[in-house]
Structures are given as structure tokens and as C-alpha cells.
């Protein structure tokens, strides 16, 4: 089992920045990647970005070039850097861990962008 705490949304002014964090506790070990999914009101939940354990990143092209994810190993914890926020990335943002064939997800931060 693992489980994932999010923290780190609020709300911020169009062209700011915000950092969340994803801090994982229990089987870690057994996590072979990681990601954010963002989901807006009435509508489905979408990839933002992934990083597995090789390090390797994928991002949406929506955020391109405005997001990074990393990871610190040592404190079990996945970063999103959002840079330059758009209030099309307004939304709640969900931790994701894939561990063997099981994914896990965290409660969610809200992300809200005002322009």
C-alpha cells in the first residue's frame, strides 16, 4: 500500500507560480512512476506530467514548457513547479502512483488561477 498527501495549491494571480508536493509514505519502494492529474469542474481528469523511476518526464502540451516535475528520493516526494499560470489551469490537482499493477491516488489541491 502506499499513500500519497498533496500539498501546496491556492490560489494565485494569472503569469504566477506555484509549487505542489506529493509526499509518499509505505510501500514507496514499489513505486515504478509518478504523476499529476488535474480535474476542472465538469470535466474529466487529465494527465499533467509523469517522471518514473528512471527519471524520464512526459508532459500535457498544454503546460509545455510552464511545468516541471521532479522528485526527491531520499524524502519520498514528487514536485510540480507550475510557472506562468493560466486560469485554464484551474483546477483540483491529484497526486498518482503506479506500484506493480496498482495505482494510488492522493485527496487533491486545489489550484485556482484568477485573471
Known amino acids: 500500500q502506499v499513500q500519497l498527501v498533496e500539498s501546496g495549491g491556492g490560489l494565485v494571480q494569472a503569469g504566477g507560480s506555484l509549487r505542489l508536493s506529493c509526499s509518499a509514505s509505505?510501500?514507496?519502494?514499489?513505486?515504478?512512476?509518478s504523476g499529476w492529474y488535474r480535474q476542472a469542474p465538469g470535466k474529466q481528469r487529465d494527465l499533467v506530467a509523469t517522471i518514473n523511476r528512471g527519471g524520464t518526464t512526459t508532459y500535457a502540451d498544454s503546460v509545455k514548457g510552464r511545468f516541471t516535475i521532479s522528485r526527491d528520493n531520499a524524502k519520498n516526494t514528487v514536485y510540480l513547479q507550475m510557472n506562468s499560470l493560466k486560469p485554464e489551469d484551474t483546477a483540483v490537482y491529484y497526486c498518482n502512483a503506479v506500484a506493480w499493477f496498482d495505482q494510488y491516488w492522493g485527496q487533491g489541491t486545489q489550484v485556482t488561477v484568477s485573471s
Open positions: 509505505g510501500s514507496t519502494r514499489s513505486i515504478s512512476a
